[in-house]
């Protein structure tokens, strides 16, 4: 066959090309995350797959676009590379190979905003695209995802006991919990009880509620997932409380399958509540029983019967395996919820146990845990003799009351961002137990471990301008901001202080009716602030 001169040149170019390019060298991403809805100021981790179906290697190079306020680091790779965050909420991942029919999975740790720089609805989606620099493969095909929304910031902590495969059940379990601390009639605490083998948890919290249904006072629960039935317990009219009220399947408060019974009741600082968990022998088998016994010292004080509630097994003892008693802030579904918002608690928890005749059956010790939502500072666990004490926010106040000759610092126009800083009539016992804790939010502050002065929701105190027509003012917290720092000093008299803004020198006290920014004396020493425990 003859072969001319221009077919000679081609085909003399064909066998000096290299193999590699003559390949397809193209190759697809794929960005994950671990949690679609991180925790606001705290951490997410973000892993990328990158394939190639090709039969050469690709050289790979894009870049990650991240909703506003966010930043990346820490990159770890299977095929090496380099991540660059420039900054504007962009990354650059360069200096990779994808080997032909292989992958290569990368993972980085994001970097999610605080509350005030969170990135609005609609604006919440990663991207990639792209470097379209020389001699690098084709990206062919991306997919990014888009988070669903935030949670809040809270530590949880947690004390768990796990029994030895040789004991499955018990006739009786006691678990015992003592607030020490009251966080205030708003905090949203939970204290409780978990029970793994019996698929659920009972509890108490910190909250104020009131309803036309259920009554008024904090609340105990019985909560079991799966279960199929509940009979109210202790009824209103023994006096003890607000009497038991039980529901069954989606309209348990935790949103879960199941049943769940709940009772109103007003627990006190400082003592000690037993959590009986028996079979319901009246109700036969698979019922379980949850009754709340003061044991304050020793003694014998209010009892009441949570309620009941069937598992739809025919278990006569009380199953157990592992036990949690834990810590729960339960604004974590609030993302406006930071570290530094939460209210103080402390509390201790025990367990203990018995066969069906009445011998003591021997407890494991607990080990003690704290998640990683909050800094190190925001929560304590700790275990001596079989008792866990577990404290959230060591460094914070209760949410209580901000007081100055009977009135209450008040945010006058809710929480909202730019409401004023004014007096008000302080809210009672009684008021709170006719309105719910909710009502009385812009009354209840935390005094927190960051120098700032906040609201739920973090809303700061914030310190005008000397001269301005109001001292201070509700403003979204902002970590580090002047004009959000505040300094209760001790006043002369016992139990008074004075606010002092750090970004002024000056102080906040009341004048003609507003409170203004004012030079600090003896004068100004005209607050009490929260304590630890809320009090009145």
Not at 39 to 61: E, H, I, R, W
Not at 281 to 301: A, E, L
Not at 417 to 430: E, F, M, Q, Y
Request: hydrophobic share 35%; net charge neutral.
């Amino acid at each position: 066959m003859h072969i001319g001169k221009r077919g000679s040149a081609a085909l003399a170019a064909l066998l000096l090309t290299p193999l590699t390019a003559l390949a397809a060298s193209a190759y697809t991403a794929t960005l994950t995350l671990a949690s679609p809805s991180p925790s606001v100021g705290g951490t997410d981790k973000a892993t990328l797959k990158l394939a190639n179906t090709g039969t050469a290697p690709a050289a790979a190079g894009l870049f990650i676009g991240m909703p506003s306020g966010f930043s990346a680091s820490g990159l770890t790779s299977t095929c090496g590379g380099t991540l660059t965050d420039d900054g504007t909420s962009r990354i650059a991942l360069s200096g990779m190979t994808v080997p032909a029919g292989g992958t290569c999975t990368l993972g980085f740790t994001l970097g999610v905003p605080p509350v005030a720089a969170l990135p609005p609805a609609g604006a919440r989606s990663f991207t990639i695209t792209a470097d379209t620099a020389a001699g690098l493969a084709t990206l062919t095909a991306a997919t990014a995802p888009t988070l669903s929304g935030f949670l809040g910031s809270t530590p949880g902590l947690y004390s768990d006991t796990s029994f030895p495969s040789t004991v499955r059940s018990v006739g009786t379990l006691d678990l015992f919990i003592t607030p020490a601390t009251d966080p205030g009639p708003n905090s949203n605490v939970f204290w409780s009880n978990q029970i793994g083998s019996l698929n659920g948890y009972t509890g108490l919290q910190s909250t104020e509620l009131v309803s036309a249904s259920e009554g008024v006072g904090k609340q105990f629960l019985f909560s079991l997932w799966g279960a199929t039935a509940a009979k109210p317990g202790t009824p209103a009219s023994a006096g003890i409380g607000a009497g038991s009220y039980c529901t069954v399947s989606g309209s348990a408060t935790d949103g879960s399958a199941g049943a769940q019974c709940r009772y109103r009741y007003e627990w006190h600082a400082g003592h000690t509540y037993r959590f009986r968990v028996t079979p319901d022998t009246s109700q036969g088998p698979g019922w379980f029983k949850s009754n709340v016994t003061d044991v304050t010292n020793g003694t014998t004080g209010d009892s009441f019967d949570i309620g009941s509630i069937y598992v739809g097994t025919t278990q006569t003892q009380v199953p157990v395996g592992w036990i949690s008693q834990w810590v729960e802030y339960f604004d974590w579904n609030s993302s406006r919820t930071s570290c530094a918002s939460i209210a103080h608690t402390d509390a201790q928890f025990s367990i203990r146990a018995y066969d069906a005749i009445g011998n003591a059956v021997p407890v494991p010790a607990p080990s003690v845990t704290v998640n990683k939502s909050c800094p190190a500072s925001y929560a304590n666990a700790s275990q001596a003799n079989g008792v866990a004490t577990l404290i959230g926010g060591p460094q914070q106040s209760a949410a209580g009351l901000v007081k100055s000759s009977g009135a209450c610092l008040t945010a006058s126009g809710g929480l909202a961002d730019g409401s004023v800083a004014t007096l008000g009539t302080c809210p009672t016992l009684a008021s709170v137990r006719a309105s719910g804790g909710t009502h009385f939010n812009p009354q209840l502050w935390v005094v927190a471990g960051d120098g700032t002065l906040q609201t739920k929701y973090s809303y700061c105190l914030t310190a005008q301008a000397p001269g301005s027509t109001s001292g201070a003012l509700l403003r979204t917290c902002v970590p580090g901001t002047a004009s959000q720092q505040w300094q209760v000093k001790a006043g002369t008299l016992p139990g008074t202080a004075q606010l002092v803004s750090q970004a002024t020198g000056r102080c906040l006290a009341p004048a003609g009716g507003a409170l203004t920014l004012q030079a600090c004396s003896a004068a100004t020493a005209v607050w009490r602030t929260p304590g630890k425990s809320f009090a009145y």
